[in-house]
């Protein structure tokens, strides 16, 4: 069963959610994918690193920035 992005995980700390704009920002259209990739990757932002332990590739998925 897929995960409610709005009540199954941690809301996302103001310092996290800047962290994705910046991140979104400078990587385009595709940031999602190029996340997911970084992810993997021990290099990427630490608060970055932190929303893939607590929310994951199917969170981010279903994310959309708040308006």
Do not use: C, I
């Not at 009540?7 to 310092?15: A, G, I, N």
């Amino acid at each position: 069963m897929p995960r409610d992005a709005e009540t199954d995980y941690p809301p996302l700390m103001r310092e996290q959610l800047s962290a994705l704009l910046d991140y979104a920002a400078d990587h385009g259209s595709g940031w999602k994918d190029r996340l997911r990739k970084d992810w993997l990757n021990p290099m990427v932002h630490p608060l970055l690193s932190l929303l893939r332990n607590s929310h994951g590739p199917a969170w981010l998925n279903q994310f959309e920035f708040p308006e």
